[in-house]
């Protein structure tokens, strides 16, 4: 099974981590990684990570398979071009244009969408509030670890 997911990964994290190695139990993990381009269409920032350091970094892990940058906020010719059974989507999927599109392209094609719910543990954003909290010395972002 070709299993697909997709995101910023920035400052990777056990949360990414706990994505992926649940993708790895279905199949064969293929990542999207998103451009900065992408991201700040979505996002007031771009990452911190430069995106093929990022690539570098899921191209290492044991569990992913396949990494792929994308430059265009669209997702159905990558799964056309990948042959993906299974898109695993987080808890934050939404209903814009391009989630649709890609949603009724894999039903039409009998394909699966596994929606997961992150891992509680950190965040990126939580890392960053935490860098910035610490350059002030005053504040700090305690993250919960379970």
């Not at 056309?80 to 039409?108: Q, R």
């Not at 965040?123 to 509030?129: D, H, L, N």
Request: with cysteine; proline share 4%; aromatic share 8%.
């Amino acid at each position: 099974m070709n299993v697909y997911t997709v995101g910023t990964f920035d400052l990777l994290h056990v949360g990414h981590l706990a994505l992926l190695e649940y993708c790895k139990t279905l199949g064969n993990v293929m990542v999207g990684v998103a451009s900065d381009k992408v991201v700040n269409s979505y996002k007031p920032n771009v990452p911190v990570i430069p995106l093929d350091q990022r690539k570098e970094m899921l191209e290492a892990l044991s569990c992913v398979d396949q990494v792929q940058p994308y430059y265009e906020l669209e997702y159905v010719e990558a799964c056309k071009d990948l042959n993906v059974d299974i898109f695993v989507i987080g808890e934050d999927w939404g209903d814009k244009p391009h989630n649709l599109a890609v949603e009724t392209y894999l039903k039409a094609e009998g394909k699966k969408i596994i929606q997961v719910h992150y891992n509680p543990r950190t965040s990126s954003t939580q890392i960053k509030q935490n860098v910035i909290a610490q350059s002030h010395r005053d504040h700090y972002v305690e993250q919960t670890i379970l």
